[in-house]
Nanobody
Framework: QVQLVESGGGLVQAGGSLRLSCAAS????????MEWFRQAPGKQREWVAS???????SYTNSVKGRFTISRDNAKNTGYLQMNSLNAEDTAVYYC?????????WGRGTQVTVSS
């Protein structure tokens, strides 16, 4: 089971960009579906995007065209490129790895968008 550590969060102005990283331990990262979730204050955690082991991607409607999920299996790292950020994107962002029911979560990284 991989261990996941997110990084890259911070404070950004509306319209700006951030790239989140999710670094995984172990050699089996390439087998995992990787997903990004986010949780805003007072709200439930919501799914943002996913990328399969084969590279198939999907996104929640609110981020389509603005966010791009990717992975570099050689570096055991997943990414979430976030462009055109707005205040509604403010949340703690978590990455999740899933392989045949073996699920791992990172501890999250804070993204704050100032309007």
């Amino acid at each position: 089971q991989v261990q996941l550590v997110e990084s890259g969060g911070g404070l950004v102005q509306a319209g700006g960009s951030l790239r989140l990283s999710c670094a995984a331990s172990g050699s089996s990262f390439r087998l995992y579906t990787m997903e990004w979730f986010r949780q805003a204050p007072g709200k439930q955690r919501e799914w943002v995007a996913s990328i399969s082991s084969g590279g198939t991607t999907s996104y929640t409607n609110s981020v389509k065209g603005r966010f791009t999920i990717s992975r570099d299996n050689a570096k055991n790292t997943g990414y979430l490129q976030m462009n055109s950020l707005n205040a509604e994107d403010t949340a703690v962002y978590y990455c999740k790895g899933d392989y045949s029911g073996r699920i791992s979560w990172g501890r999250g990284t804070q993204v704050t968008v100032s309007s």
